[in-house]
Structures are given as C-alpha cells and as structure tokens.
C-alpha cells in the first residue's frame, strides 16, 4: 500500500515537472516556437557535434587498441605505476586503471576490479577509491582530441593545461575518498604507512594483446576492432546530447537579436545566464570564468560530459568562452566525466554502495578542484 502511494506520489511530481516546466517555457518562447526549437536543435546537434564526436571516438578508439595490441599501454603502465602509491596512496597496478579508462570510459574500470589478477594488489579499503580514480580520467582522450581539434589558437596548450588540472582533482578526490574509507575499515595510520611503504606493485597489461598472426594482421584487427567500440561509444552518448544538451541549450541561450522567437535552433530563455549572474563573483574568481553562461558546462558535465562538450563550439563562436574556459572545461570534463549518472552503478557493481555518497561527494570536490586548478595554471602560463 506504501508503494502504491510512492508510486503515485513521483508519478504527480513527474507530471507536474514536466507539464510546468513545458508551461514555462512556452508562455516565453510560445508552444510552437518551443517544440520546434527543440527538434531543430536535437537535429543540428546530431549532424554537426554527435558525429564529429563520433569520429573522433572512432579514431581515439582505434589508436587505443593498437597501443595496447603493440605494448604502448603495458609501457604506459609501467611508467606510472611508480607514482600511484606516493602520488594517490594507492599501488601501482592503478595506473592500469587510469590508463584504460583514460583511452575509453569510466565503465572501464570495472572490468579490472572484477579481476582478481588485479585487485589482489589492493587492500579491502583501497578498492572504493577505484572508482574515484577511474572517473577522473573517463572519456579524456576524447575529450582533449575534441578541444584540440577546435579551431583556436593556443587552444592545445589549454586543454594540456586543462589535463593537469584534471590530474590534481583526481588525486584530492582519490584521498578524500581514501580517508573515509581507511575509517570505514578501521584502518590505522600505522597501517596505512606501512602500505605506503611497500614497493610500487605492478601490473602487466600486456594481457590486452592478441599476439597472434602478423604484425600487419594484429594492426588491421585492432584498428578495426577499436574502431567498432569507437562507434559503440559514440552511439551511447547520443540520448545524453540530444535530451540533456538540447535543454540546457534552451536554458542557456537567449531570443534572437530582435526579440522574436522563431523556433530556430538554439533559441532560449537565458536561465543560465542569470544564475550565473548571480554567482558571478564566485565563479570569476575559482575558474575566471568571462561570461556567466560558461557555468552551463560544469552543470551538464555532471551528468554527461559527451553532452557538455556540445556547448563549447557555441561558446567559442559567441566569444563567451576563450583559452581559459577551455583549460577549466578540459579539466572539469574529465574529472567529472558525468559522475553523477555512472557512481551510482559503478559503486554498485564493485559491491560497495554504502560508499555511494561518500564517492560523490569527494569527487564533487574533486572536480571543483581540478577547475581551480587549471585556472590559475593558466594564469601562471599566461604570465610567462
């Protein structure tokens, strides 16, 4: 009977958002002018930013797999793993998980965790935090190949900037999240010196290789084969741009010039912008933010960055957003890389959903950090 009564309670709420929600903007747009802003920004996201996304994860996807066909992840791994225990308090087989998911997505984490040749190299505390770092670096190569490829210069050194921004704020998520659970568990600071201390364990990625048949054949199928999971992934992020992105489009632009909707694609109401306004001080001083509609992207970046990263070549185009921006985007992007709709599922899977929101949380200050932080590397690349 409670159930029932849930039930009917969210299936009001969810009425009443959408119906008032519709209301509200067509009282300002107009009923029709709205419907057919949506439809025409859906179709020209689709055309002009979903399949250029496409291509490049495509690309990205088929570069990945010959890396690690050929040994470029295994060496990639080998060299940072040294760093992962005195750098994130966590042993060196991580870097494994950072360098996955940095070529794929946060999901890619996963698969190492369910592998007891890996997790054997962690301690019962230390694999929560998996999912931290596995977000922080989710979807990076295709996003900073994104960036780059926008048609600005001194647009590479800002997103490479916008990368090490990233890099910090996985690195306090990673630590905050450590911290909760080291109490969790009842984990002394003794303890936590002594893993500390132990030598950097490493793992072999060497596993993701074929290794048969010719060079030339072992090319041919990992460029193939990655390219497949390239369009898999590109496919995936298709709901996220066109339903997310579409309305945050709406939120965050304003009417035509002379004030008159015509249902052309990407009209709006301006939301954004005014609340932006209002945090404007806030914001210009943590990221140097230019133009309160640049908070749209950290907004939609917690739910999908593949969606956030659609906003950028309109931003660019107005002159909303410059170098900067682009290295806070990058950053913020990665690190966030749409944790709110992956944390859930990802704690789940490792079989630890009491940490849920302790995840979100740390990452939350994580990703706010890495913005911070790629701001004011800039400032200081700037300067010399």
């Not at 494994?96 to 040749?117: E, H, M, Q, R, Y």
């Not at 992105?245 to 005014?274: H, N, R, W």
């Not at 890389?337 to 704690?347: A, D, F, K, V």
Request: hydrophobic share 50%; aromatic share 8%.
């Amino acid at each position: 009977m409670n159930q029932k009564k849930a039930i009917d309670k969210e299936t009001y709420i969810v009425l009443f958002v959408v119906i008032g929600g519709f209301a509200a903007l067509g009282n300002v747009m107009g009923i029709g002018n709205l419907f057919n802003t949506i439809m025409n920004t859906a179709h020209d996201l689709l055309l002009n930013t979903v399949f250029f996304i496409m291509a490049i994860s495509v690309v990205t996807g088929a570069l990945s797999q010959l890396m690690a066909e050929f040994g470029v992840i295994s060496l990639l791994n080998k060299l940072i793993s040294p760093l992962m225990r005195p750098i994130y308090g966590l042993p060196g087989a991580a870097s494994l998980g950072v360098v996955s998911t940095f070529v794929s997505d946060n999901p890619a984490i996963l698969s190492l965790a369910k592998n007891d040749g890996f997790t054997k190299y962690f301690k019962p505390y230390q694999i929560p935090a998996l999912c931290n770092l596995g977000t922080s670096f989710g979807m990076g190569m295709i996003l900073v190949t994104y960036m780059m490829g926008l048609r600005q210069e001194g647009i590479i050194s800002a997103a490479l900037i916008g990368v090490l921004g990233a890099c910090i704020g996985s690195v306090v998520s990673v630590r905050l999240m450590l911290n909760k659970t080291k109490r969790y568990y009842n984990v002394s600071k003794e303890e936590a010196k002594f893993d500390h201390s132990r030598k950097a364990d490493k793992i072999d990625g060497d596993e993701m290789r074929t290794v048969h048949g010719s060079a030339m054949e072992r090319a041919l199928n990992a460029i193939l084969e990655g390219g497949k999971t390239g369009v898999q992934l590109g496919m995936d992020i298709i709901p996220g741009v066109l339903c997310i992105c579409t309305f945050v489009m709406i939120l965050t632009f304003g009417a035509p010039a002379d004030g008159i909707y015509t249902g052309a694609a990407y009209e709006g109401v301006g939301l954004l912008p005014m609340l932006g306004d209002m945090i404007a001080p806030l914001t210009n001083v943590l990221f140097g933010f230019k133009d309160p509609s640049n908070i749209a992207f950290p907004i939609t970046s917690l739910g999908a960055t593949g969606a956030a990263m659609a906003l950028v070549p309109r931003m660019l185009e107005t002159g909303a957003a410059g170098l900067n921006e682009i290295a806070v985007f990058t950053a913020m992007g990665m690190c966030w890389s749409g944790y709110l709709s992956t944390h859930i599922s990802m704690m789940d899977a490792l079989d630890r959903r009491q940490f849920i929101k302790d995840a979100i949380v740390s990452h939350t200050f994580g990703g706010l950090c890495a913005g911070i932080a790629a701001h004011y590397i800039y400032l200081l690349f700037s300067l010399i």
